[in-house]
């Protein structure tokens, strides 16, 4: 029996096949007295893949979720329709909604860790679309619900279709979400930031499951994204929103090639993909001193009574001082386990990590205090890094107090110092991170790093978190710090294009094991492992987005 | 592609849940040693004891020599030691020593409270979990705003109530004005309304204040708003994604309210003149009744320990993520 030869749309409404699938006229939401959308208008092409793309607070996602008739709790529709296919579905009451919902529009959401219920098997997230929309019966609900799971890519349909969410990984839970989205054949699917919280090679390969559903089957697409790399990529029209307005809408291809609004064309400036590599300002000398020599590390964690799993095996890398080795690796390679060995956060099972020369194995209580005080660690989330009750001022100066350093008239200035050096107002000093942005935020983060001046940063995924524009400032800070203050930079990042415009050497970690690793120039250039090459390829934006390699993730 | 059979689990799987069943009550038989031990010696560290209390009276005119002998006969005049041991042993044949107070084996006075005990304790955790999800149905669901702040509201209130205040509040609402059912003379069960009626009501304050709480916190993760995308009514969400995920943490906070419920419903029994353990309880703390307490106490550890043993096994069959994890499989997809 062959699942995939069940037709997956006998139930599709005969919708009439002219005009626009969706129709957006003059939206306008507000929460309470503020508003957040100013009037949109925009259409989606019957058939093609239509972006929304913008920073966060564009108003992106609201416009999402007005569309399946979700707004959140306090949001309210001022004013505008929403057509789908001819028909109004703004100003309906909800239960009416719950027909449309499911059956006539798809979600994809963007989290696909949280997205599943996790008492409920796969089978049953699927079947639920079938139970409230059809009158099929259990064993015709299962037929259809296997014959989706191998739709969109996932094996052994039989065996997926009682596990829970939990043994999936992200990219399979996010299959199983678009299943769901398809399996009544909607005239839209909204898929909001569907591939956000992904590895890029996952991404990948679920835009192009997308991509071949909307070929195979017809099915509009309107994907919402902060990526332009991927509108450009994967969209046929481009809408470009900034704080509830839109900047500018046309052809993707038009706006990538003439971008006519400023701010589209600073978004498109400011993404590391299309950015040139800066040239290195000035190279150290090659005789220069090793900041870092990692050599063999490794680190094995319990899993059970005899049982260890290897997070980190034979990993080696040499950082001279005053360059920045980038760690490439997607989620679960061992990039967080080689960061707490080098803080000293965990002791490796075997292998050497020399900190200037000085093995850190070997330093004990002062020394090794001392050793570590001249190795910082900046976090991926600036928001869940710095403690929200403490102000400004008092988060820059705990280390410095930690090490006693200085009189308090002396810390105070150099609090002040530092907020310059990281380019913030001195007005902020009295702030609490929740009154911050994020870029602010991260800013804030580098300062209580390099307060107590240390001589090498590690830096774990530092602007993942951040928009595109905020990214590139964050970068330009980064630069500018280690020409001024000569440090060490090691870089963990899951993003080939940011990693390419700031590294000297790299890393490329899988599975816990060193892949590749070299000058960046020439891994870039002239990747030798398989594993590289997929990587850089699923870098969006660069204008080949054909199916590389079908695998399951 | 063929079907593989993935509904059966492996021997091992058994073997595993076998072992951990073992463990769990071998930490049961360990609680209840301890809370033995415990109550033991803190009955030994008691001044004076239930035989000073019933036979030093001057009235009964008893030599030193006479009350010496019936120290003897109760077994309080041998070294702590050998009537720890004693007492054990005992214990463990299900013989828990006579009440100095009353004369009587304990076991017969636990044989008539025991069972008044349990019904009330019952009762009370059915009407409790009735008003806990009547609450937590009412502030979800229904289609007002005020009338769901209402219901979030009540727990807060009834919880601050006492029990011995709402409790006489329902005898004279209930039996006396409106003569629904009387106060004296009634059948066990039917007998039982008016107290589990008063007892649901402070027990089931917390425990509907928690489901809500974890009703909220559920109501807000993504799957619940993804539910709703593919079509879902709200009701439809509640009932079959928000509850059972709820479940999971009220679980715990449910079986130790119903431990509770059988440990103490002194105050209860007293307001509704029921013969229970509370009252038991009541009259062995008033005479020192080291028997009957220690005995007591080992019927509350037991409820408690037996309670948590049954949640621990329940949480794997709720939450999947507990379970075994051999069907996890390492396939990749070959295309």
């Known amino acids: ?553 | 592609m063929t079907r593989s059979a993935p509904a059966t689990r492996p021997p091992a799987a058994y073997a595993e849940t076998a072992a951990r069943i073992a463990v769990r009550a071998g930490h049961a038989l360990l609680v209840l040693w301890g809370a033995f031990t415990l109550t033991f010696v803190l009955l030994q560290l008691m001044p004076g004891d239930a035989v000073m209390i019933r036979f030093m009276d001057p009235e009964l005119g008893l030599t030193p020599a006479q009350i010496a002998a019936i120290r003897l006969s109760y077994g309080t005049g041998a070294s702590p030691f050998v009537q720890y041991v004693h007492t054990l042993g005992q214990m463990l044949h299900g013989n828990f020593g006579y009440s100095v107070q009353l004369g009587v084996p304990v076991s017969s006075l636990l044989a008539t409270t025991l069972p008044v005990t349990l019904r009330l304790a019952v009762c009370g955790f059915v009407a409790a979990m009735t008003w806990t999800f009547a609450v937590a149905v009412a502030a979800t669901l229904l289609p007002w705003a005020w009338a769901r702040g209402l219901a979030r509201a009540l727990p807060g209130l009834w919880g601050a109530v006492p029990l011995y205040w709402s409790g006489i509040l329902v005898i004279q609402v209930v039996s006396f004005r409106l003569h629904l059912i009387p106060v004296i003379g009634v059948g066990p069960w039917e007998g039982m309304i008016l107290p589990a009626l008063a007892v649901s009501l402070p027990v089931a304050a917390p425990l509907a204040q928690i489901l809500l709480q974890h009703v909220d916190e559920t109501a807000n993760l993504p799957f619940a708003t993804v539910a709703r995308t593919k079509g879902a009514s709200p009701a439809s969400v509640f009932w079959r994604h928000i509850i059972p995920n709820a479940m999971l943490p009220f679980l715990t906070m449910g079986g130790l309210v119903f431990g509770e419920l059988l440990a103490g419903a002194v105050v209860t029994e007293t307001v509704f003149g029921l013969d229970g353990v509370g009252q038991l309880t009541r009259q062995a703390v008033a005479g020192q009744d080291v028997a009957v307490l220690q005995a007591v106490v080992m019927i509350s550890a037991t409820s408690f320990v037996t309670i948590n043993f049954i949640i621990d096994l329940l949480y794997p069959v709720l939450n999947p993520t507990l379970r075994h994890r051999a069907r996890r499989p390492t396939r990749s997809r070959a295309s």
């Open chain 1, 1 to 553: 029996m062959s699942p995939s030869n069940f037709r997956l749309r006998p139930d599709a409404p005969a919708a009439p096949a002219m005009g626009p699938v969706l129709d957006v006229k003059d939206l306008r939401i507000s929460y309470s007295a503020r508003t957040v959308v100013h009037g949109v208008s925009f259409q989606a092409a019957r058939g093609e893949t239509t972006a929304v793309i913008g920073e966060s607070g564009s108003g992106k996602s609201t416009i999402a979720r007005a569309i399946i008739g979700l707004l959140p709790q306090g949001a309210h529709l001022e004013s505008g329709t929403i057509t789908l296919a001819g028909d109004t579905l703004t100003r309906r009451p909800s239960h009416e909604f719950d027909g449309i919902r499911g059956r006539r529009i798809g979600f994809v959401p963007q989290d696909p860790s949280n997205s599943l219920d996790p008492v409920a098997t796969i089978g049953a997230h699927v079947g639920e679309m079938f139970r409230l929309h059809t009158t099929l019966s259990r064993a015709e609900t299962r037929e259809r619900v296997l014959a989706l799971l191998d739709r969109v890519g996932l094996s052994d349909p039989v065996l997926r279709f009682s596990q829970y969410p939990h043994e999936l990984s992200g990219g399979m839970r996010q299959r199983v979400l678009i299943a769901g989205a398809i399996a009544l054949n909607p005239d839209l699917i909204v898929a909001d930031e569907p591939t956000s919280a992904l590895d890029v090679t996952v991404q990948r390969q679920i835009l192009d499951l997308l991509d071949g559903l909307r070929a195979e089957h017809g099915t509009s697409i309107l994907l919402i994204t902060h990526d332009l790399a991927i509108a450009k990529d994967r969209a046929r029209d481009t809408i470009v929103l900034r704080s509830g307005r839109i900047e500018e809408q046309d052809d993707t291809a038009k706006i990538f090639a003439a971008p006519r609004a400023d701010y589209t064309k600073r978004l498109i400036a400011d993404l590391p993909v299309f950015a040139p590599r800066p040239p290195p300002a000035d190279i150290p000398a090659a005789d220069a001193a090793d900041a870092v020599v990692v050599s063999n590390l490794r680190v094995a964690y319990p899993t059970g009574r005899h049982q260890t799993r290897l997070a980190v095996d034979s990993v080696s890398f040499r950082v001279r001082a005053g360059t920045t080795h980038a760690i490439v690796g997607e989620s679960g390679s061992g990039k967080t386990t080689i960061l707490r060995c080098l803080t000293g956060l965990i002791m490796p099972d075997a292998g050497t990590i020399l900190i200037e020369g000085e093995d850190i194995a070997h330093a004990r209580g002062p020394a090794r205090r001392a050793m570590l005080r001249h190795i910082q660690l900046v976090y991926q989330n600036p928001w869940a890094s710095l403690d929200p009750r403490q102000s400004v001022r008092q988060i820059i100066e705990e280390p410095l107090r930690n090490f006693a350093i200085d009189s308090p008239a002396g810390r105070r200035a150099r609090v002040e110092a530092m907020l310059d050096r990281v380019h913030l107002p001195r007005t902020l000093l009295d702030r609490r991170p929740a009154e911050m942005s994020g870029g602010q935020c991260q800013r804030v983060a580098l300062a209580r790093a390099l307060v107590i001046e240390p001589r090498i940063l590690v830096l774990d995924e530092v602007v993942s978190a951040l928009d595109v524009t905020v990214q590139a400032r964050v970068l330009d800070l980064l630069a500018e710090l280690r020409r001024d203050l000569g440090l060490t930079y090691i870089f963990v990042s899951h993003d080939l294009a940011v990693v390419r415009q700031i590294a000297d050497t790299l890393s490329v970690i899988r599975h816990g094991r060193q892949v590749e690793r070299g000058p960046a120039d020439t891994l870039f250039d002239a990747p030798a492992e398989p594993y590289t090459k997929l990587l850089l390829a699923a870098i969006p934006g660069q204008g080949n987005a054909a199916p590389v390699q079908l695998q399951e993730t």
